[in-house]
């Protein structure tokens, strides 16, 4: 997930050329109106993806650091289970 918002955010995307610019296809293919207007379009949407991006960037690394505590926790718990297994094993 990490990597595909980090893709989005740099903006390093397949067909990044064509999305960039829709004014240049739409004068090629008729029937498609494109022009200025639409290169904003895009770039409102390339804006708003790259935010999408960076809220997943920060929502993994809370889950990141969630579960590094939670392991921390369970290790912690492991490590009084075995000391008093062993306290029963030896009295």
């Not at 955010?9 to 610019?21: I, P, T």
């Not at 770039?43 to 889950?63: G, N, P, Y």
Request: aromatic share 6%.
């Amino acid at each position: 997930m990490r990597t595909k918002a980090k893709r989005v955010h740099d903006n390093k995307g397949e067909n990044k050329a064509k999305l960039d610019d829709a004014e240049t296809p739409g004068r090629t293919h008729k029937g498609w109106d494109a022009g200025a207007a639409s290169n904003e379009c895009v770039a409102a949407w390339q804006k708003r993806l790259r935010e999408f991006s960076d809220v997943i960037d920060d929502a993994a690394d809370a889950l990141t650091k969630a579960m590094d505590k939670q392991i921390s926790e369970d290790y912690s718990v492991y490590s009084r289970m075995r000391k008093a297994a062993d306290w029963m094993e030896h009295s």
